[in-house]
């Protein structure tokens, strides 16, 4: 008698851990904002959390979670006043389920709460401790509670996906919705050269206006992270066959050695090696 192979495909496959804790967040907590080329996602165990992913500003209420897609900037800070506990786990990851996070935000049942409190566990029986951001991987063998945590998180993702819980609790205010125009203004010409002065007017606000909305949502000043934008879409057109030089061009930088000093001082390496050792490596 012959077997059929019947292949199993991964949906969902996570590769890496770059962190997972859970943390209380005091009422007038803040952070900053970041982007970077892995997952995260965000779950309010309790309380209530701020966001703001890319250009919209959202709630997360106690038992809803979101996801960061790789490259998307996120900002968080405690709302309503009081206290909140959250977990926070950044990973790499890919597959086509993916694709159905990015999006929502979703609201877990009991039993997916507990396959977080489940991870939890597992890195805390990996790193012992340890702080995970300089701990070497050959330091940590734990081969068992390596894989379960791949397991679980990618169980936990299925899991949030087959529950349909999806819903959006976007903060609709006046200046959210200024900063929604700002970003998208900012999208619009990042192969533009742009001032503030350009974007207040194209936003019809005044410049003084535009820093005080921008810098409430995002943590930092407009043309850092109009820079930032640029950088990124310099690393998709990296994707394609485009010079460095090209690319820079593109881009309206003011030549190619400034374009590479802009690169390396947002993703630490130069254009050349970020595409040799990044993505030509895939």
Known sequence: MSYIMHR???YINVK????????????????????????????????????TRDDNVFILNKGEIIFHKPMEFHRLWSEGGNSAKIMVFAFDADGEGLKLLENGIFRIELKDEGLLREILKHVEAVFKGKD????EDYEIPESQ??????????????????SANAKSSQKKTASS?????????????????????????????????????FKIYSGEGIMHYF?????????????????????SDMLSYSGQDYFTVAFKRET???????RRNFINSD
């Open 16 to 51: 890496a851990l770059v962190s997972a804790f859970e943390a209380v967040r005091e009422s007038d907590f803040v952070f900053s904002g970041e982007m970077h080329n892995f997952w995260e996602m965000v779950y309010a165990a309790d309380g209530k959390i701020g966001i």
């Open 145 to 162: 509670s390596r894989q379960l945590i791949k397991i679980y998180l990618e169980q936990f993702m299925i899991s949030v996906l087959n």
């Open 268 to 274: 630490g390496t130069s254009p050349t090696e970020y």
């Open 177 to 213: 919705n200024n900063y929604n125009t700002i970003i998208n203004k900012m999208k619009e010409n990042v192969y533009n050269s742009l001032s503030v002065e350009k974007l207040a007017k194209m936003c019809n606000l005044s410049v003084s206006n535009l820093k005080k909305i």
């Open 227 to 247: 820079n930032r934008m640029k950088i990124y879409e310099a690393i998709n057109l990296m994707k394609t066959d485009l010079s460095i030089g090209e690319i």
């Open 8 to 10: 199993l495909e991964n």
């Open 132 to 135: 995970m951001f300089t701990t």
